[in-house]
């Protein structure tokens, strides 16, 4: 795959600009501010549909402006291919490909596979479960739609799920057979979505040790743990077990949006102990 060209209007901090790409390695310098980032944040847009750095659209365009477009031409198994996204204010983002628009925006996720590297990784190591989670979701996304549906279903059902218990609480009664709907999805999708996390792990992490041995001159020993509740029980006993929980807490206690990884080195956390240079080398 090769993204052959870029032209934005009215992005970020761009009026107009229109690149061409070598199939080899390209090079942005220029002052701070500039907006190299800017640009690698178009090319983001063209395979997620959005930014990597501020999820609000209207904000990534340009001030004094209404609109901004991101298209892209990108060489893919022998074909050439167009990518068009465009946002108005007060109105939906519009994105084609091939002047086709998607009706799910999620039907391209995966289409043109993209691996972005910031300073920001280094939240990884130091963040909380929730930028762990982004990562594996967000790498199995681009190779597995059915994980993706699922996905979205899930968060759906979740959101659904603890708005009810806020209800019960709120309005002083319980409803065990509304609860359980919710349940019933969550089970069904969560299943899957713990499936493929440990799938992936299972053959990501003897890679990542590799790597890691020839960065470090293999000297070092480490290892990803991937934690889930739903590696000790089924996901309808976990639901069971946290239901008098949940309703205190007025959400959803356990479940796979709760998983997350401890990164190791000699068997030590290296959010803990680890120096910054093996955090960023992790």
Not at 34 to 56: R, V
Not at 147 to 173: D, G, P, S, T
């Amino acid at each position: 795959m090769h993204c052959q060209q870029l032209s934005v209007i009215n992005f970020k901090n761009y009026r107009e600009a229109r690149l061409d790409f070598s199939s080899k390695f390209n090079c942005f310098a220029g002052p701070n501010g500039s907006g190299k980032t800017n640009l690698l944040d178009a090319i983001y847009y063209l395979s997620f549909c959005k930014s990597f750095s501020n999820p609000a659209d209207t904000q990534n365009i340009l001030f004094d402006t209404d609109f901004f477009v991101i298209q892209g031409q990108y060489k893919i198994n022998g074909q050439t291919d167009e990518l068009y996204c465009g946002l108005k204010r007060q109105q939906r983002k519009v994105f084609k490909r091939n002047k086709k628009e998607y009706e799910r925006l999620s039907d391209h996720i995966g289409m043109y596979p993209l691996v972005l590297l910031s300073p920001s990784d280094t939240q990884l190591i130091l963040g909380g479960s929730e930028d762990r989670r982004k990562f594996i979701d967000g790498v199995i996304c681009q190779y597995n739609k059915e994980y993706l549906h699922c996905l979205i279903n899930y968060n759906r059902a979740l959101q659904q799920r603890n708005a009810l218990l806020k209800v019960f609480a709120e309005k002083r009664y319980y409803d065990e057979s509304s609860l359980e709907i919710w349940d019933e999805q969550l089970i069904n999708n969560g299943a899957y979505i713990f499936s493929q996390r440990k799938e992936f792990f299972e053959s990501f992490i003897p890679v990542f040790r590799r790597y890691y041995q020839f960065l470090s001159g293999g000297n070092e020993l480490v290892d990803i743990e991937y934690q889930s509740s739903l590696s000790e029980t089924d996901f309808k006993s976990l639901l069971l077990e946290s239901r008098a929980k949940d309703r205190s807490f007025q959400h959803t206690t356990a479940g796979v949006h709760k998983d997350d990884l401890v990164f190791l080195i000699h068997a030590w956390p290296a959010k803990k102990f680890g120096s910054q240079g093996q955090q960023k080398t992790f």
